[in-house]
């Protein structure tokens, strides 16, 4: 049923706004995206004349389908996947940078030739107040509070992608990847957080909005959800000493067959038509300066924002999974 009501939209859209169509044929997507992210390609098919076939899977099993094809691609386009992922397989995308480009926040312009940004989501916390009462949490400092010992609530670093995020979050906002200090505060956190470990990310921010802990550390995406879906007894908190903000990315597959439509399906979900949409009627943030953004997202100039040195990152990766599990050994 929401598939249909998002086909009609788009439909509905395309007439309103009388965009001709400028292409023709067909496009292969890959994609690990949500039903809310594929949602705008009935609008793309609308619009370009273009029938898209989708295959859905997650991000791992489309890029090792993608290696096996190499030598006669399928797909035109990845929709979706981290940076980490396409950077470990640049190898299967070409270059293609967007003339839509040049309208995304400067941080988050394609840089590296095969990969576009298009949307982003954040390291937050999300807190029940009711739970709390008068402990304040407005970043992870807060968090060594002794009163909050056994009401956090977080998945683990070394099995979650979110929770490994999150935790190279708080180590550039408490001094850096390769800081004593900051390990430090990861070491006295995980005691606080006292065993409450779970097995999934969306069991954590459940936990805070079922009333199990007072404290989520989570992401912006399904915190956001609740809040646009009328959540009462939740609030997001985006820690004073920062947040980063992670893009998900689309590129083009070297040696697509539709090669001019996985172009114009680039340009496409980074167009202000489209970034309008995700910012206005979804939970992942829009990345074109002057995107619209609904009232249940917080505005990114309101937040202070922290860079990641997604090369560190990336090539440190087992390393910062190993010190954590150390860490967590000794506990």
């Given at each position: 049923m929401?598939k249909?009501?998002?086909?009609?939209?788009c439909?509905?859209?395309?007439t309103?706004?009388?965009i001709?169509?400028?292409?023709?044929?067909?496009?292969?997507?890959?994609?690990?995206n949500?039903?809310?992210?594929l949602?705008?390609i009935?609008?793309?098919?609308e619009?370009y004349g273009?029938?898209?076939?989708?295959?859905?899977?997650?991000?791992?099993d489309?890029m090792?389908?993608?290696?096996?094809?190499?030598?006669?691609?399928y797909?035109d386009?990845?929709?979706?996947?981290?940076?980490?992922q396409?950077a470990?397989n640049?190898d299967?995308?070409q270059?293609?940078?967007?003339?839509?480009?040049?309208?995304l926040?400067?941080e988050h312009?394609?840089k590296?030739?095969?990969?576009?940004?298009?949307?982003a989501?954040?390291?937050?916390?999300?807190?029940?107040p009711?739970?709390?009462?008068?402990i304040?949490?407005?970043?992870?400092a807060d968090l060594?509070n002794?009163?909050?010992?056994?009401?956090i609530?977080?998945a683990?670093?070394?099995?979650?992608?979110?929770?490994?995020?999150?935790?190279t979050?708080?180590?550039?906002?408490?001094?850096?990847?390769?800081?004593?200090?900051?390990?430090?505060?990861?070491?006295?956190l995980?005691k606080?957080?006292?065993?409450?470990?779970?097995?999934?990310?969306?069991?954590?921010?459940k936990?805070?909005?079922n009333?199990?802990?007072a404290v989520?550390?989570?992401y912006?995406?399904?915190?956001?959800?609740?809040?646009?879906?009328?959540?009462?007894?939740v609030?997001?908190v985006?820690?004073?000493e920062?947040t980063?903000f992670?893009?998900a990315?689309?590129?083009?597959?070297?040696?697509?067959?539709?090669?001019e439509?996985a172009?114009?399906f680039?340009?496409?979900?980074?167009?202000?038509?489209?970034?309008?949409?995700y910012?206005?009627?979804?939970?992942?943030r829009p990345?074109?300066?002057?995107?619209?953004?609904?009232?249940?997202?917080?505005p990114?100039?309101?937040i202070?924002?922290?860079?990641?040195?997604?090369?560190?990152?990336i090539?440190h990766?087992?390393?910062?999974?190993?010190?954590?599990?150390?860490?967590?050994?000794?506990?």
């Amino acid at each position: 049923m929401k598939k249909c009501l998002a086909c009609l939209l788009c439909v509905l859209m395309v007439t309103a706004l009388g965009i001709p169509a400028l292409a023709e044929g067909s496009l292969v997507v890959y994609s690990p995206n949500s039903d809310g992210l594929l949602s705008v390609i009935p609008l793309f098919e609308e619009q370009y004349g273009v029938k898209v076939e989708i295959i859905s899977a997650g991000t791992g099993d489309l890029m090792k389908r993608l290696q096996s094809e190499q030598e006669n691609p399928y797909a035109d386009v990845l929709y979706g996947g981290a940076m980490a992922q396409f950077a470990a397989n640049k190898d299967l995308f070409q270059d293609y940078v967007s003339p839509e480009d040049v309208n995304l926040l400067p941080e988050h312009q394609n840089k590296v030739g095969y990969a576009t940004n298009y949307v982003a989501d954040g390291s937050v916390l999300l807190i029940n107040p009711e739970l709390l009462g008068d402990i304040k949490v407005e970043g992870y400092a807060d968090l060594l509070n002794p009163a909050l010992k056994g009401k956090i609530a977080t998945a683990d670093p070394a099995a979650s992608s979110s929770a490994f995020c999150q935790l190279t979050n708080m180590l550039l906002a408490m001094g850096g990847y390769e800081s004593d200090e900051a390990w430090a505060y990861v070491a006295e956190l995980f005691k606080n957080i006292d065993g409450k470990i779970l097995g999934s990310s969306s069991a954590v921010h459940k936990g805070v909005v079922n009333g199990e802990y007072a404290v989520a550390l989570t992401y912006e995406d399904p915190s956001a959800t609740y809040i646009k879906d009328g959540a009462t007894n939740v609030q997001i908190v985006y820690p004073v000493e920062g947040t980063v903000f992670l893009a998900a990315q689309a590129g083009v597959v070297k040696g697509a067959k539709n090669l001019e439509n996985a172009k114009k399906f680039v340009d496409f979900v980074i167009s202000q038509q489209v970034q309008d949409i995700y910012g206005t009627t979804l939970t992942n943030r829009p990345l074109r300066n002057g995107a619209k953004l609904g009232t249940y997202m917080k505005p990114m100039e309101e937040i202070r924002l922290i860079f990641e040195d997604s090369d560190y990152v990336i090539s440190h990766k087992q390393e910062i999974v190993d010190r954590f599990t150390e860490i967590i050994s000794d506990l």
